[in-house]
């Protein structure tokens, strides 16, 4: 496993094997990468993989703002690629920049369109190259996210993902229900997936979430410390997420070790466990983004994704207060 640092705050891990897990986990392909946020080099990793695009380009994302992005996408069509897009339609507070971008890009031909109203919010952050490969991500595709924000971006070339992706996505354009595949999708199954995958560590949990405030998972975290699993939560300042304070008051009382970190702005969303399997995606730890929300990720034992998850974290968590 090699671990490469990447300008200024981000860094970049290259691939590597993980030892066997007893928590489902889908391996990320040949040509997977974990980056981490702030750094110029994760906008450049995307949009390469954009401007290299032969076929077709599929985004679903929150929201997407980021000019260098905006350019691909509008580059990838003028090539003769066939660009698709789903945003949501009712961001909170950004509604006038979703639409704008939805604007330039529908006037480069591209087929931009508002997520499934079926869900509370199209929360997912992923890309699809060629049905090739895939980034799947904690960013949405704005500016902050690449330059200001705690992120992590795990780019994969597994066709299983690949392909659940593309299914997703599809459905998602024509309003049809799906399966998850071999992937952590709300509403399907990533409330169940997530769970599981915490009450199967035997030595620690280390959680990064922009917002905690599910109740079965407090308690089940409370269980998790009772069988002597050492439990770490990482959240972002309450000064932003009022509901955090609460969130920290409530674990703190059931014997969790949590944190707040003031910088980077903390909006990544991943979970280790025992160092050995990882979450990564779109889900923060509340009941909106469990149940209600179109969100995706995926849980992987790539020890590459470990590595660079768990040096973040401790990083992070030393600066944490």
């Known amino acids: 496993m090699l671990l490469v640092a990447a300008l200024g705050l981000g ?34 990793l995307v949009v390469n993989d954009i401007l290299n695009a032969r076929k077709s380009v599929l985004v679903e994302c929150y929201l997407i703002s980021d000019p260098a992005i905006v350019q691909a996408l509008k580059s990838a069509r003028l090539r003769g690629c066939d660009v698709r897009v789903i945003m949501e339609e009712a961001p909170f507070g950004g509604f006038s920049m979703n639409q704008t971008v939805r604007n330039k890009l529908r006037s480069s031909g591209i087929d931009a369109g508002w997520g499934n109203r079926v869900y509370s919010f199209t929360h997912a952050k992923y890309v699809v190259i060629d049905e090739v490969v895939a980034w799947i991500m904690t960013a949405n595709l704005s500016k902050s996210a690449f330059d200001k924000n705690r992120e992590i971006l795990v780019r994969t070339s597994s066709q299983s993902i690949v392909q659940d992706l593309v299914r997703i996505f599809w459905a998602d354009r024509r309003r049809n229900p799906c399966a998850a595949g071999s992937l952590v999708v709300s509403p399907v199954n990533a409330r169940q997936r997530l769970l599981d ?19 079965e998972t407090s308690r089940l975290l409370q269980d998790l410390v009772r069988r002597g699993v050492v439990v770490r939560v990482l959240i972002a300042v309450p000064e932003r997420i009022a509901v955090n304070a609460v969130a920290r008051s409530d674990l703190e009382g059931k014997g969790v070790a949590v944190r707040y970190l003031e910088s980077p702005y903390l909006h990544a969303k ?12 779109s889900h923060n730890l509340t009941a909106g983004s469990l149940d209600e929300n179109r969100e995706v990720g995926v849980v992987t034992d790539d020890t590459m994704v470990i590595s660079t998850l768990a040096t973040s974290f401790s990083g992070d968590w030393d600066s944490g207060r």
């Open 11 to 44: 860094w970049m891990g290259l691939r590597g094997t993980a030892p066997a897990s007893a928590v489902p986990a889908v391996p990320l392909g040949a040509q997977a990468l974990c980056v981490v946020t702030p750094s110029d080099e994760a906008r450049s």
């Open 197 to 215: 995958m915490l009450r199967g560590s035997s030595r620690s949990v280390d959680i990064v979430s922009e917002v905690f405030d599910d109740h």
């Open 270 to 281: 991943y979970i280790v466990v025992d160092g050995r399997v990882a979450y990564v995606g």
